[in-house]
């Protein structure tokens, strides 16, 4: 994937199934997280009182719990990638 043309901003080849899937759920993950960050800064700066009355407490904790899916899910797909496109004759 570092076959890339910075200029075009794309690649030089196709990318795998299993490559768009892994990049997909990465690009998630980067959508969500400043979502959750604003989100947390701003719980921070009101009171507890407010923020329970004009926030969706729930909905911070539900954007984080997708995140994390989406990185959990990545990892494992990256695992996976590289065993399968690892050459491991010389170990075995």
């Given at each position: 994937m570092s076959d890339r043309?910075?200029?075009?901003?794309?690649?030089?080849?196709?990318?795998?199934?299993?490559?768009?899937?892994?990049?997909?759920?990465?690009?998630?993950?980067?959508y969500l997280?400043?979502?959750l960050i604003t989100d947390d800064l701003l719980k921070q700066t009101l009171?507890?009182?407010?923020?329970?009355l004009y926030s969706q407490a729930n909905h911070i904790k539900e954007l984080r719990e997708l995140r994390d899916q989406f990185q959990k899910e990545a990892n494992n797909l990256m695992i996976l990638y590289t065993f399968n496109t690892s050459k491991l004759d010389g170990f075995l």
């Open positions: 043309d910075e200029t075009l901003k794309q690649f030089n080849k196709d990318l795998t199934e299993e490559e768009q899937e892994i990049l997909s759920n990465l690009m998630c993950v980067e997280t400043p979502k009171s507890s009182k407010d923020y329970k």
